[in-house]
């Protein structure tokens, strides 16, 4: 405001002033915050305490914040034949661990040559790999190499292949590396270690937090990947979790069926809605109990991505 | 030039630098194959856009039919409205997804408690961790007719129930809501970083001088944020052509009655390509919102080198 009348004030006043804004201020800041906050995590706490209802009063009633009839029944079920959710369970955990590994271990490698500031052609290979994230070909042509070039569909590999490198990973990948002093390169080649072996005994163990960083980042994305499965996968004992999960959401008929097949209920007392939510949260478990523990990896992947990106 | 070259090469022949850096070349070469196979070779698929595709005759034994894919999808009107739907969308989410976030960010630096702040972080970043199946599920917990949330409490209210899956008009609002949900997180984190950064000997002096604390936030904080907003809207906008597959098929699905309002280049080259089997028509929008990407996105690393050299992409 008018900055001449608060100078002629006493230190004082000034700060009594100023204790009043910031007063204004952390109210303003703490209900924003969690109001945004309640945004936020409102939607898993309606999904958990819809799977926790009774599937007569969700009919009835509808979804609601507070059940006003607990039951597990939904959840009694799932695991009372899980066949085929565990079965989904494991081609993910398989594909995500596959995945990470080689993928982390090709973009690694691929940034520390392209981090090598000897590597004569390291601007040429930079922009080969870079310029597929300015164009591509779309959809139609990746999805025919992939289809009738490569065999790939109904594989487990087209689970793993699409998603094993990543352009913007190994650009944050490089610049963490070119942050490693040259001479440790230099010195080793002296003692006449090769490039290979200087990246996997020397580089690697340095990199770890951003190798930590880098492998959360890809183990997520096939964790929650579903498009490559909706694009290439027919047979149901291929399907990863979230695809899965996608196709019951889709497809309750098609899980009353299965559940009719093997004996677990009759046609009228599947609990389809809660079900549903259900599964939702069985599919999303282990990320919102891995999520307070792998959280600030993703924050220091961030912020070197928008230091450096 | 040529000279230069011969001259090198004498020297110092291309081969002996092979040879020189075969280690580092064979440790390249999964990458190299990598991005021939699924990015490359594909780029070449193009020449889809120009034919008539038959199973028999492949990519390359196809005839040509000219520009008729291309006629055949702006003839339908479609191009159009998924070009349309795909820019004003994500304008929107750049203009309300940055705004929510600078504004979470500025709030959760001043803010004094530890304990929240840490808490506020780790819960506002969840949505960001689950897949757009799972966020679809939650979509159907919200709108669904007959046992949606938002219906109960509407009937709680003594309200009409709203038809959200039959009323495309609705989707732009659900969307917008939806994407500052799901990056909220991440862009205010990002933004946190950037507010941290700022030299605190400015607030300091500013203090000394006599500015309140809103004076602070809008005098220091907001103008030191602006490059990073800048250079962050910027590389948005070069993506401004690219929907959200994930997003828009998980929350819209194959419903038709919702197109007219959500509808993107990506879901209509998609469903195209899977459910009509049009694959050269498809083949034609694909290339054509590849040739819309790349011209905005060399626009927009032009305007950042314009703007700040060193935060350019190339």
Known sequence: MSSTTANMKTPEVIRKRGNKDKMILAIIGYVTLTVLAIFCIFPFILVVSSSLSEESTIIEKGFQIFPSAFSTEAYSLLFKYPEEMLRAYGITISVTAIGTLFGLFLTSMTAYVLSRRDFKWRGRFSFFFFFTTLFSGGLVPWYLMIVNYLHLKDTLLVLILPLLMNVFYIIVMKSFMSSIPDAITESAKIDGAGDFRIFMQLIVPLSKPALATIGLFIALAYWNDWYNALLFISKSELMPLQYYLYKMLGNMDGMRKAMMASGAVVNTDLPTESLKMAMTIVATGPILLAYPFIQKYFVTGLTIGAVKG | ?314
């Open chain 2, 1 to 314: 030039m040529e000279r230069g070259f011969k001259m090198k090469q004498k020297q110092h022949g291309f081969w002996d630098d092979v040879k020189k850096y075969r280690s580092l070349l064979l440790m390249l070469v999964p990458a190299v194959l990598f991005f021939l196979l699924f990015a490359y070779i594909p780029m070449s698929g193009i020449i889809l856009a120009f034919k008539q595709y038959d199973y028999t005759g492949g990519v390359f034994g196809s005839p040509w039919n000219g520009w008729d894919n291309f006629k055949f999808f702006f003839n339908s009107g479609d191009a159009w409205r998924v070009t349309r739907n795909t820019a004003l969308y994500n304008i929107a989410f750049i203009v309300v997804n940055n705004v929510v976030q600078i504004f979470a960010a500025i709030l959760l630096f001043e803010v004094a408690g530890k304990w929240f702040r840490k808490i506020t972080q780790t819960v506002l970043f969840l949505p960001y961790f689950i897949s757009w199946v799972v966020v679809g599920a939650i979509a159907y917990n919200l709108f669904n007719f007959d046992v949606g949330t938002i219906n109960v409490l509407l009937k709680g209210l003594g309200m009409q129930p709203v038809d959200i899956y039959n009323t495309a008009s609705y989707w732009p609002v659900i969307l917008v809501v939806v994407s500052a949900w799901k990056t909220l997180g991440y862009g205010t984190i990002m933004y946190l970083a950037a507010i941290t950064s700022i030299d605190t000997e400015m607030y300091e002096a500013a203090e000394i001088d006599g500015a309140n604390i809103f004076q602070r936030i809008m005098k220091i904080t907001v103008p030191n944020l602006m490059p990073t907003v800048i250079i962050l809207v910027l590389l948005a906008i070069g993506n401004v052509f690219r929907g959200d597959f994930g997003m828009f098929y998980n929350m819209v699905g194959n419903n038709g009655l919702l197109f007219s309002s959500t509808d993107v280049i990506d879901t209509f080259v998609f469903r195209s390509l899977t459910t009509s089997n049009e694959i050269g028509m498809s083949a034609a929008a694909g290339f054509y919102q590849s040739l819309l990407g790349f011209v905005t996105i060399m626009l927009a690393n032009y305007a950042v080198r314009k703007y700040d050299k060193d935060r350019a992409l190339f």
